[in-house]
């Protein structure tokens, strides 16, 4: 339950989202540089927890521990999505599970190895961090990343993280702006954040 007068984190990521712009400004190049979504709104207390979300058709078990997605040689955007993982009460959540895969770069997946396929644990802030790549859609999908995040003798959270400004996102029938990462463009790759709330007190 809520308590008091304080927004949900789902409401306030909405507002945070609805709230940001793009600001665009040209360099002496002419190059354009992008500034998007804020930071992920801070977590408050009695919070709900991550939406949930189907699994999909190409999920594979005991992938590789490492937080490096990133195949060498792909000439796609590099993306750094990090975050933490939370309680509904705010509190950091260490050692938690997070398993990751996504399609690459032209909207396929890897179903005989682990290319884009990975799994980390959050350090004792709960903070996790993944270096990829941002995935292609594919028909009838916009771009998003699959998780799996499970904290010890919890059930398993299982949802997807999609991106703001997507042309796709109106068109996807899983898309949920409660699941929208903030997004921030920079010289080295973009950073994409996203903090899971897990239903635990």
Known sequence: ??????????????????????????NHAGRVL???????????????????????????????????????????????????VLSRSCRPVGGALLDMWHADENGDYDNSGFRYRGHLFSDSSGAYRFRTILPGPYPGRTRHYHLKVQAQRLPILTTQLYFPGEKGNDNDGFFSEELLVSFQDGRAGATARFDFVLDLA
């Open 1 to 26: 339950m809520r308590s008091g007068n304080f927004p949900s984190r789902r409401a306030l990521l909405r507002g945070a989202l609805a709230a940001s712009s793009v600001v665009i400004a040209a």
């Open 34 to 84: 992008a500034q998007n979504a804020r930071p992920t709104p801070a977590c408050k207390d009695a919070d709900e927890p991550t939406e949930e979300q189907i699994e999909g058709p190409f999920f594979k078990p005991r992938s590789p521990q490492r937080s490096d997605l990133i195949v060498p040689g792909t000439k796609a955007k590099l993306v750094t999505l990090e975050g933490r």
